[in-house]
């Protein structure tokens, strides 16, 4: 069956996969997000949340005024015709809170609620002329004091109204093509929204309780459930993203042609020197592997941060998956960062643009990653080298392994609790830490400092290299020259962390980030705090060498101690050392606490 019209000609054609019932299936979904066009009134330059699309602040006096939603609508049909040209077959939009009204609302969370839905409908709309499926996100689930209300804290009403969330979806845009609900995470603590979810689902055997019970109604209206193994760890359920025995009792006895699992490639975030999952190659269920364009650890867009070699070794590793069912791309999605441009809309950051492309025509052809990248720089910079374009991301490539990583604990496999620890500690977003809290795990884990000290050293060769391409390049060069300079910055904290962090230390360190602050008000943050942390080298090593694991299954330690005792104790070792969490984990994301539930 064809499943791309003849009015986009030149795009990506579907592959036939054989699943573990010998059915044929294709490679349809080409999935990305459709949250840009939501961002375009709120481009300022400030910090956001960009996990959602910030639809608490379309409304006014709980409507939506005819400007924003026009705004929204141009931008969308741009954006819309852009992705499916390109490849994509299907989009998604946030989220089934928005729209779902229910009988016990009263009038001015209804009022919102129908203006909410009078403008989805011209956004469906346009996805739909543009030829790309439509995925409704949400989180289980998303919550209100009237809602609180209905269920009383009991299970069954829950998936009972949940249920009813996903019939009048459907029966009232009959053009979405299934919900895309994420599990393990929820709203950010900085969020506020009438309809802030939480995490409800916390065993496996709940899990399956859910899906037995709305999976068939999908099967009814003949819609896809894409369900998300990702999670923060919290609950025992926390494990669904890389423990294959929590997945079999969650996924016990689900055979359904509605249900498609979708999975991030890693045992973690979107983060380099992540292996595939195992679990990817031999899962019994039609799935998607979830991918990032927009890197939200590594510059958001602010320069080249190529996926290619990363990404087509997985697309290689998947060749054969008689499973696998597409992609998921999130090109706009993700994180907190001042750093705004909108892809494939005004401004929109070409290397964002370099990833979804790649990530397409990698999963979608047999192309490898260095043509793609070849035909990108010479199709999109047309007045420039491609050459030398091709030559400067390559450089960037370098510099992110190098210098972004540390590599000897970024390439070790360290677990503690329910997550693989990430490989990525000290930049989070847009925010740089440095702290002796930090310092003392990465010594923990660096057999010859020396060494990296000295590769450190080589770099500085490669920066000069590629500040001279970036002065000769006909680009954009304010963000280019902004990445430059703090390649150049995280030297020196870098010796921070690998040689000695004396006074002399902290005052270069400041002399530095000063001289780039002045240069660089919109650069990365950086948050210093140089307070001596009272542990000593040896007793550090054994509280890592107790607490930290290397490989992902559980000790008896683990399972009958750590995760029930650092529960337990984790609020009381919060309150005694407050002033030692950054800032940032307390005032962003779902804060430290939830990793320790």
């Known amino acids: ?10 795009l990506p054609q579907t592959k036939t996969v054989v699943n573990r019932s010998n059915e044929s299936i294709e490679r349809d979904l080409f999935i990305i997000d459709g949250s840009a066009p939501f961002f375009a009134p709120f481009v300022d330059g400030k910090r956001k949340n960009w996990s959602k699309a910030p639809l608490a602040e379309l409304t006014t006096h709980g409507k939506i005024s005819a400007k924003m939603a026009d705004r929204i609508c141009e931008e969308l049909t741009l954006y819309c015709q852009r ?24 009038y001015m969370l209804s009022r919102r609620v129908h203006s909410y839905q009078k403008l989805f409908r011209r956004v469906f709309k346009i996805a739909h002329a543009a030829g790309l499926k439509i995925f409704v996100t949400t989180d289980l689930m998303f919550w209100n004091c009237f809602i609180e209300e209905q269920v009383r804290g009991k299970d069954a009403r829950m998936r009972d109204l949940f249920a009813e969330a996903v019939e009048r979806l459907f029966d009232l845009f009959p053009k979405v093509d299934g919900i895309v609900t994420r599990i393990g995470e929820a709203d950010g603590l900085d969020v506020e929204s009438a309809f802030k979810s939480r995490l409800v689902i916390r065993t496996p ?24 193994t990702w999670g923060l760890g919290a609950f025992p359920i926390g494990d669904i993203n890389w423990n294959a025995a929590t997945q079999r009792r969650a996924f016990a006895n689900i055979d359904s042609p509605a249900f498609i699992l979708s999975h991030k490639y890693g045992a973690g975030d979107f983060f380099r020197n992540l292996p ?13 592997i979830e991918l990032q364009a927009r890197r939200e650890y590594e510059g958001f867009g602010s320069f080249p941060a ?38 494939f809309l005004p401004g929109s950051s070409p290397w964002n643009e370099l990833n979804t492309v790649a990530a397409l025509q990698l999963f979608s052809s047999e192309k490898p990653a260095d043509e793609i990248l070849d035909d990108f720089c010479r199709e999109r910079f047309v007045n420039t080298d491609p050459a030398k374009l091709v030559e400067m991301v390559k450089l960037f490539d370098s510099l992110i392994d190098h210098l972004w990583y540390f590599a000897p604990f970024a390439q070790r496999s360290v677990w503690f609790r329910r997550l693989r620890v990430p490989p990525l500690l000290w ?56 990445a430059v300079d703090t390649f150049s910055l995280l030297i020196v904290l870098r010796r921070f962390y ?97 990793f320790f539930r």
């Open 205 to 228: 055997k709940q899990c399956n309780r859910w899906l037995q019970s709305l999976l068939p109604v999908f099967e009814a209206h003949d819609k896809l459930l894409i369900f998300r």
């Open 427 to 482: 930049i989070f977003w847009d925010t740089v830490l440095v702290n002796r809290a930090l310092r003392l795990v990465l010594h923990a884990f660096q057999e010859n400092p020396k060494e990296l000290r000295q590769k450190d050293k080589e770099q500085r060769v490669v920066l000069r290299e590629l500040k001279k391409l970036v002065a000769e390049l006909e680009v954009e060069k304010k963000d280019l020259a902004m």
């Open 498 to 594: 690998l040689g000695k962090a004396g006074k002399k230390r902290e005052k270069k360190i400041k002399t530095k980030l000063k001289a780039y602050r002045q240069k660089h008000p919109q650069g990365f943050d950086v948050e210093c705090d140089f307070a001596p942390f009272h542990i000593r080298w040896i007793t550090a090593g054994l509280l890592f060498s107790i607490f930290l694991r290397r490989k992902p299954s559980y000790r008896a330690f683990d399972r009958f101690l750590l995760i029930p005792l650092t529960g337990w104790m984790f609020p009381l070792v919060k309150r005694w050392q407050r002033h030692r969490i950054p800032d940032i984990a307390e005032r962003q994301a779902a804060g430290v606490e939830i």
């Open 83 to 106: 992705v499916r040209e390109i490849g994509y077959t299907a989009i998604t939009f946030d989220d089934l809170a928005h729209i779902t009204l229910f009988d016990f609302y009263p």
């Open 306 to 343: 190529y996926v290619g070699r990363q990404y087509q070794e997985y697309r290689d590793a998947l060749k054969n998956s008689p499973t696998l069912r597409g992609i998921s791309v999130w090109c706009q999605t993700g994180g907190w960062s001042h750093f705004d441009r909108l892809t």
């Open 276 to 288: 595939l999952n195992d679990f990817i190659r031999s899962s019994e269920h039609q799935q998607i």
């Open 1 to 10: 069956m064809k499943l791309i019209p003849e009015s986009f000609p030149g």
